[in-house]
């Protein structure tokens, strides 16, 4: 790392609205070559702008920019350097790949269009072909012609990021700026991308800039981390520092909420949400949220000073910022080998410990853990944790099958599955895409009938169709979906909304139906006059409020939340599953959780099921199956699964020896 | 939109580019070629039986209608007779089918009942059919590159001057009847410039690029309708490509200008500007009636006016027929030209 | 990722913001007048449509401010009577495409399953045919009526808005709060009515102008080909047509009646433009 210059420098940017009103300001960066900077923020903090304004390149609506731009020595001060730069000295890899690649452009003359583009760099034309299939070996593709050949659609998600890669890499650039270039992945793909970058980096010495709103995932390969905050940046230092001590509050407000499933804890929330461009206030734009403010922080803005070696931050009150207690290290009870002679427990044994019935090519261990295929060394968990609840089942599901049926085709989306939920107890269904977790989640509320198997409640057998139900069964169980933008109806109220499930399920009239709302907006901790406005007028976080209020509204002991805080800020998310947490105390309401995030289900829940291609993996206590995972899926999953506590020392960049004087 | 077939509604279902029946078949092409021609042989049989339908459901019959009301029983009798309108409906259907296949479109009833020798359709249409073919086949030639190049340009310029020089005419022209806009040409060129002639009529065999004038202002009335509504839907379909993820990444990525307009932008916009063209091009089909009829051009648009007016229903089906296939045929050779530019629908899912 | 920040303010009612825009305060104005003058102007002639009054293509003269048409009838007394037609038989048609689309729209977009294919093709089959081609074949069966002009016209466009709206329909059903009323158990015709419809309302009424415009359109053809409403009946499609061979004598006989036409025709898709380019401005929740 040459300790002598940064690639790329930018100072004071700005870059405002017509109006006036700065989308980002005095946003200072640098990066040395071989270099990763993580660049944080959640939706709004300006971090998307300030990648694009590195290419002088601006949304609709955005009237100017201004700041200086340096990368690898040369000075990008008009709007024509900037552009010239591009790709040159600056290279974008870009969130959607499937979307950012020419539908009409095959692989090798994607590549082969950018190196002529640029064709100082890239040499003389009769090179280019070989040059694009070098590209594609470097990417880690097949470099033969037939792949080459190929169309994006032709490629899997994780092909066409590399395919993205290889075209930002093509002229060499020293900087590559790369923008949220996983968060459309799944984790294993995610995973390969990750180390892929490391190992461009590892040999190439391209320094990168890397922008996500993934603390986790920033910590696995950033040296250096900076965070951003309405528009500017507030913390910025070495990764390893600012994710085990940050300072700044909103900084450390996000680590504490930051699920991990190595060591899991009660997740913090922090109370208020961020504001868009037009209403920032005087002062530290993070005052009216932070528990640490002062007078002086509401009036004043703090600059952004250094506190120690290459660490700075934007804020008066740093030092009375709270450390964040990890979680204790996930562990699993102590094991017992197997004995082979040793019979596998009966079924009924395993009822009573709250286990569940075998699955078909299972094999069962006690205590309801469960591990499919046959795995040759199986460990036998110990004596179970005691879950919450009394232990009843209140739902049961068995040997659900499910399948979708298109134009003659048919996909089996989940098979065999079987589990239990007790009363007041919570199941994680964690698992990857097509995974089978949401086709379950369904079947179970009634919007997708079983090809086979039975779903009980309170030992009920269940019609596999909602408007089968009786009244009392459709009442019990509430469900809640991922896109908040979608849950509620445009047209009606959040008063409407909520009301209507306890008008039609319980059968009250309007005067009561209303006293539910005031009753329920106050238990999802929004305040009452929401109740007379629009889902419009509403954010996302609100809105997902108030789908769990409507769905609570029924009375159920049942709640379905299927990837309900997926499409959330983290700093969101854990204030909706904070709350989550507190409802099923408050309520007793047993909570079937549906995520492909291992982080959450440490968090949340006491019991898990691992899918995998709509067949259940492994399945038992949260902590015996992620603390000491017998399935091999279950064990690529963990490893894959970015988390705040490993420092994957592989990847890491070391501290430097000495600060830089 | 001032047609006799508004284009936007008239296309059959476009290609389903995510039909898995498609996309799995080893050769995509043929699988849809198969599908397209399946679809378009029913629709020509649905077209056939409720043309017939159309033309036999008269109170009367066609011998009545034909004759008037002061026909003798006598006289109609002889000419039901001699168009064989006492088989049953489904025999007539057949018969009349069959004689199409062979290209023999049966006999004109007012012919029949006037006693000429020869009542024959297929002959008269052979006149109509080529002249309408040259009317609309020099408005096509125009047609599909002003289309194009004025959409694009409007929609690459969206916003700006160039865009509301193309759009504001576009809208007006492309929303008034052929008629309307065929009378105002009328007024201004002949009325009031008197430089073009406002009727285009023929002598019989006379072919019109004999007097080329005449031609002038029904091409210009069909192109006014047919470019104006396509000149907004391919500045549409411009606007929509321009702000896909891919044009951004090749701009963030330094690829020149120049080159993004051509080979990002233009190339994936043209699969949806063929389809829309198709649709205009279907569209003149129709259109040709009305605008025949005010320039009195001897084509096919009038043959079929004429026969409705004096309800010569064997006539009336025959232009039909012609018409309808016309039609459905355009629509395949645009999907055909379609799948060869979106790869996706080319290529078999790996 | 939805941003915590994204709020919006509340929704201003369309008929607003039309009249804010430009063009749609143009076409709204226009439209109006055009619509007086159609509905109210028979009662306002200042001669009968059928009288002659002198010698046929007369120009401009006293009590005729727009001349004498091809018998000698007062041009603009004809106008004025001559809208009500076109009005009301396109009001009709558009009304009958309108209860058809939607009944099989969401018919189709709601039963997917099994209705759907079968509905859209039958749909289709009427697509695949040139409308005015149609609308020659009806006349050429039932005659030239007006209840067989709104009918035809109506048979023609349906398929339009059938398609639409099914497609709408399909959009809104995968939404969370539609699935959230199927998990409680509501009945098709409640979740149609109070989930559904309320919903779709925007695609439907971006459609309804064009729609509007091409059924007057359709049927003022047939007029004018001399196929659809029979003489002496004042209507501004057959007088274009009626009044072509005197159109050097008295050009207005022709270029009044074309006007009107073509300002309704103009101002409906004015309005329908500025309510689709202020619906993309504000959000597209309305």
Redesign the interface.
Known sequence: MRLDGSVLTARELRVELASGAAIIEGVSLELAAGDILGLVGESGSGKTTTARSLFGYADRGVSRQSGQITVAGEQLDTADSLRRARGRLLSYVPQNPGTSLNPSLRVLAAIEDMLSAHAAESGPRSGRGAAAAGLLDRVGLPADGQFGRRFPHQLSGGQQQRVCIAIALACDPPVVVLDEPTTGLDVLTQDRILAELVRLRDERGAAMLYITHDLAVVGQIASRIAVMYAGRIVEQGPARQILSAPRHPYTRGLVASTPDHLRPRVLEAMPGIAVGVGDRPAGCAFAPRCGQRTDRCETELPELAEISGRHLVRCFEWRSTPAVAPGPPITASPVARADPATPAAPAADLAMAGGTAPVADGVLVADGNLVAGAGADVRVAGPAASEAGSGQAILAVEHLSAEYRGRGARHVAARDVSFTLAEGGCVALVGESGSGKTTIARSIAGLHPPASGRILLAGQELPGRAQRRTTQQRRRVGIVFQNPAEALNPRHTVAAAIARPARLLRGLDSGAAQAEVDRLLDAVRLPARVARRYPGELSGGERQRVAIARALASGPEVLICDEVTSALDVSVQAAVLELLRELRRELSVAILFITHDLGVVAAVAERVLVLRGGIICEQGITAQVLGAAQHEYTRRLLAAAPSLSVSTQAWHDPEPAAPLA | ??????P??????PIDAD???IRAARHPVAAFLLRRVGGAVL?LV??TI??F???N??PGNAAVVVLGKNATPAQVHKLESELGLSHSEVRRYASWLGGMLHGDFGQSAVAVAEGRPDASISGTLASPLADSGILAGLTAILLIPLTLALGALAGLRAGRRADHLISVPA??AG??????TG??L??VF??ALKVLP?VALLGPGQSPFTTPKALILPILTLLAVAVGAGVRQVRAGMIEVLQ???V?????????EL?VLL??AL??ALAPSVQIIAQNL??L???I??VE?VFSYPGIGTY??NA??S?D?NE?QAA?MI??TL??GI?IVADLIVMFL???LR?A?? | MTAATARRRPAVPWPALITRDRGGLVGTVLLVLIVLVALAGPLVMPHSSTAVLGTPGHGPAGGAPLGLDFLGRDVLSRLLAGGRSVLLLGGAATLVIYLAGLAIGLTAGYAQSFADPVLMRAVDVILSFPALLVMLLFVTAFGGGPGVLVGAAALVLFPGVARIVRTATTEVMTKGFVEAAVARGERAPAIMRREVLPNIVAPIVADLGIRFSWAIILIASVNYLGLGLRPPTADWGLMISENREIISTNPLAVLAPAAMLALLVIAVNLVGDAYVRQRSRSGGDQ
């Open positions: 939109m001032g047609m006799a077939t508004p936007a509604m008239s296309a059959v279902a039909d898995p029946a629709s649905a077209a409720l043309i339908i159309a033309t459901v008269l809208l007006v929303g008034l009847p052929e008629f309307v009378t105002a009328i007024f002949f009325t406002p896909q993820d891919y951004l990444f090749a701009r963030l990525n330094g690829i020149p080159r080979r990002y190339r994936n279907q569209y089909v129709g259109g009636i009305v009829s079929l006016v409705v007016t309800r229903v009336v039909a018409l309808a039609y459905v629509n979106v790869p996706r290529t899912m790996s």
